[in-house]
């Protein structure tokens, strides 16, 4: 089975940047949803962002213009830009890959890494 492995993950103060990046070079560029997911302990894992099957890029609301996925061609990564962090943004952050219904819904991912910690003070 493919493995995806993430990075990047630490600490910040309200309002800094981090980028986190997604290994998943087992799948390559082929046709299959790729996103970032986010949960915190005791809640739902959601998602962030992600590309759908067609290299469409979708958004939670939460993050749009703040929040940019891209795939980095040269380290063959999946990496997520983050600016103007909140608080509220503080969770553990997946990279997920697979061919789920909805991009942007966690269910139907098949690969999930370990996971990256984001944590933002105010």
């Known amino acids: 089975q493919e493995q995806v492995v993430e990075s990047g993950g630490a600490s910040v103060q309200t309002g800094g940047s981090l980028r986190l990046s997604c290994d998943a070079s087992g799948y390559g560029y082929r046709s299959t949803c790729m996103g970032w997911f986010r949960q915190t302990p005791g809640k739902q894992r959601e998602g962030v962002a992600s590309?759908?099957?067609?290299?469409?890029?979708l958004y939670a609301d939460s993050v749009k213009g703040r929040f940019t996925i891209f795939r980095d061609n040269v380290n063959k990564t999946l990496d997520l830009r983050m600016n103007s962090l909140k608080p509220e943004d503080t969770a553990m952050y997946y990279c997920?890959?697979?061919?789920?219904?909805?991009?942007?819904?966690?269910?139907?991912?098949?690969?999930w890494g370990q996971g990256t910690q984001v944590t933002v003070s105010s």
């Open positions: 997920a890959a697979g061919r789920p219904p909805s991009a942007l819904a966690p269910m139907g991912y098949n690969s």
């Open positions: 590309f759908d099957r067609d290299g469409i890029t």
